[in-house]
């Protein structure tokens, strides 16, 4: 699913485009914890990846750009401060904000196709 | 006998600085990239290298990164000066953890760094002092167990 298509979906404002590229999305993460987000990164698929976090600091972009995720969406009305959007500018990632909670945007992309990675914790054969 | 390394670096880290915390480490990402690594190797060190920092940036007083490049394999060393770690098995379950609340916001330190560097290396060693430092020690092969 293209990151336009998941904009309406969740209503999100576009925050940080890279250069109106509008990847291909298919598996979403969700998490407040950036470790955990580090120890679910698989080889390959991350670059399909989309992180739905309500961190908004510098090291959510950092993780993004250490595992190869390519878009971000801050739930729950947050916005990231300048220094998070500069930031990924210079990495080339595109971040968007919702006002869902957490919850809710997972739910949204999850009905409409976007899958958990395959993994130990999310195999997409155990998630419909 | 080791062959010389084919690339080396190496990156001062500060105890403390949340703000510039991860630059050395995407830093070597994107020079493993530039020199044509393969992108599973370099998504293995650089998120160990991420781990790695974290830990100096959040426990340490200051450390250093350094990274190598050989024909076989990339090897990654993390010095620092701090507090140590009294007991490795215990720091090495996944969940143990004695970060701060000021960590934990930061999205870190939810006992999952230690663990996840091991994931991603082929070798690990890890060895510590306490009051002095902590020294960690991996290598990934260029065609390795994920490779």
């Given amino acids: 699913m293209k990151l336009s298509r998941i904009q309406e979906l969740l209503r999100a404002t576009m925050i940080s485009e890279q250069g109106g590229d509008d990847p291909d999305i298919k598996y979403a993460k969700a998490s407040d914890l950036m470790s955990d987000v580090l120890a679910l990164s698989q080889a390959f698929s991350d670059r399909n990846t989309l992180l739905i976090t309500g961190l908004t600091n510098k090291q959510v972009v950092r ?6 995720i390519r878009a971000i969406v801050f739930v729950r009305g947050k916005n990231p401060r300048a220094d998070t959007i500069e930031l990924a500018r210079q990495c080339n990632i595109t ?5 869902l909670r957490m919850f809710e945007a997972c739910g949204i992309l999850h009905n409409s196709g976007i899958l958990a990675p395959a993994g130990p914790c999310g195999d997409p054969r155990n998630a419909r | 006998m080791r062959a010389e390394a084919l690339l080396h670096q190496e990156y001062a880290i500060r105890g403390g600085d949340f ?19 393969d992108s599973e190797v370099v998504r293995r060190i650089a998120i160990a290298a991420y781990e790695a920092e974290m830990n100096v940036v959040m426990y340490a007083h200051h450390g250093k990164m350094e990274v190598n490049v050989y024909p076989e394999e990339i090897r ?9 770690i009294a007991d490795i098995d215990l720091a090495m379950q996944p969940g143990y953890s004695t970060a701060s609340e000021e ?8 006992g999952m760094g230690l663990p996840n ?4 290396a082929d070798v690990f060693n890890l060895t510590s002092r306490v009051g002095k430092g902590t020294r960690l020690e991996i290598n990934i092969l260029l065609n390795g167990k994920n490779g």
């Fill in chain 1, 63 to 68: 993780t993004c750009e250490i595992s190869g």
């Fill in chain 1, 95 to 99: 971040l968007l904000a919702c006002k």
């Fill in chain 2, 19 to 37: 703000v510039n915390a991860g630059e050395s480490s995407c830093k070597i990402r994107n020079t493993l990239r530039q020199i044509g690594i």
């Fill in chain 2, 76 to 84: 990654l060393t993390i010095d620092d000066s701090g507090p140590g």
């Fill in chain 2, 103 to 110: 960590m934990r916001e930061m999205g870190f330190g939810a």
């Fill in chain 2, 117 to 120: 560097i091991k994931k991603n």
